[in-house]
């Protein structure tokens, strides 16, 4: 049976607060929190939400992956990813030097149909794939930029470039390496400058925000956003469907940005902005610019923000109405499943909870298996039950919980 007083966030939190010489109170108040919060947490018998973490990490002077327990190293050589990230960080320095001239790269439409098929693999959360195929597609693609003129070809292949960057900027974020994925979205602005194209830098500020939100400095990462709309703006065609996916979800990222502030009436604004972009779109869009964008995912977002915003019972209610289209991401479905499923732990429906998770695991496996707050609300569940299912056991053994 999973070991009930393991290690989890709120036993990180309590030891930082105590090595820091604070009460549970002086944190809650540092942090803006509840005392209560903080003290269901510390016990266990509530899950962290994300919004938590970041404050009470901010507060503690310590990075949200310190409390999280990222990377999960267990997890990481079990599935056979953990020597992945050495090449993959030295793919990522080696970006400035000469051609390698043992590297012959393939013709740009392959290269092109290369960095599709990674982003595909990648948002289907193959990650050992994904990992396996990164540094040589960055040396290929690194090599191909250094010895391609000026012109539409150069462009191309910075782009293809920028885009292979931006994978593997999520595969190193999704592992719990933050310091990699910060290097890989510096990359990511290097060479997209290189491509000139306006909604690629749009995207990267969009990427560039999440940081902020996990600092606990939600200012930043709406000035971040605001300077993605602003890069929109400057594309040749604004109101394109291009145009118009890039911006609204930015909206959207500055709706969710916005109900982790707690801000109501600003995320709601948001929302609708992102509402009206995809209204004018009509249609999902998936794999524009990376990402997915339309109805659904607005849809999705509108059960996110309710969670962030603590309207559990709205959330649930929001959820009801969803329903993903076939093609849609696989982990974007994992993720509304774990986000479900925190905020039915939240009311106290343990079952239901549980099932969401196990439908966020069977939408997309990996995601779940490193998804903090999945572990999180696992975690919670075990420790609230005194017999467990042989559902949670399961679940509780495969994310390291055991």
């Not at 890989?184 to 990427?207: F, H, I, K, S, T």
């Not at 991401?329 to 549980?354: C, K, W």
Request: hydrophobic share 40%; charged share 25%; glycine share 6%.
């Amino acid at each position: 049976m999973p070991d009930p007083t393991g290690e989890h966030i709120g036993a990180r939190i309590a030891d930082y607060r105590k090595l820091r010489h604070m009460t549970q109170m002086s944190l809650a108040r540092r942090a803006y929190v509840s005392r209560s919060s903080i003290a269901t947490v510390e016990a266990g018998l509530a899950p962290a939400s994300p919004a938590l973490v970041a404050a009470t990490a901010r507060a503690l002077q310590v990075d949200v992956d310190v409390l999280n327990g990222q990377p999960y190293m267990s997890q990481l050589r079990q599935d056979q990813i953990d020597h992945l990230i050495r090449p993959l960080g030295e793919a990522l320095d080696l970006y400035d030097i000469e051609p390698d001239p043992q590297i012959s790269p393939r013709p740009a439409a392959q290269l092109d149909a290369a960095v599709t098929m990674l982003l595909r693999q990648y948002r289907c959360a193959e990650y050992g794939q994904v990992g396996s195929a990164l540094p040589g597609l960055l040396g290929e693609l690194t090599t191909a930029l250094h010895t391609t003129r000026q012109g539409d070809e150069r462009r191309r292949t910075a782009a293809a470039l920028a885009n292979t960057y931006w994978t593997a900027y999520n595969l190193a974020n999704r592992l719990g390496y933050t310091a990699l994925a910060s290097i890989a979205l510096d990359r990511m602005g290097w060479v997209g400058a290189q491509a000139e194209d306006p909604l690629l830098l749009a995207v990267r500020q969009y990427a560039r925000s999440l940081a902020y939100v996990r600092r606990n400095n939600p200012e930043v990462g709406l000035r971040l956003v605001a300077r993605g709309q602003r890069l929109v703006e400057q594309a040749d065609t604004p109101r394109s469907v291009p145009a118009l996916a890039v911006s609204g979800k930015l909206h959207l990222r500055a709706a969710f940005i916005a109900a982790r502030a707690q801000d109501r009436d600003a995320s709601a604004g948001y929302l609708s902005l992102g509402k009206e972009a995809a209204r004018r779109i009509g249609r999902d869009v998936p794999e524009m610019y990376w990402l997915s964008f339309g109805p659904t995912d607005v849809a999705q977002y509108e059960v996110e923000t309710n969670i962030d915003l603590k309207n559990m019972p709205e959330a649930v209610k929001a959820a009801k109405g969803l329903r993903f289209p076939a093609g849609h991401s696989p982990t974007r479905i994992g993720r509304h499943f774990v986000d479900l499923g925190r905020a039915y732990a939240h009311m106290g429906r343990n079952e239901q909870a549980l099932k969401a998770l196990l439908r966020a695991r069977k939408a997309a496996p990996q995601h779940v298996r490193y998804h903090p707050t999945a572990r999180e609300v696992v975690g919670t569940l075990v420790r609230r039950q005194r017999r467990l299912s042989e559902d949670l056991t399961a679940l509780a053994t495969w994310v390291g919980m055991a």
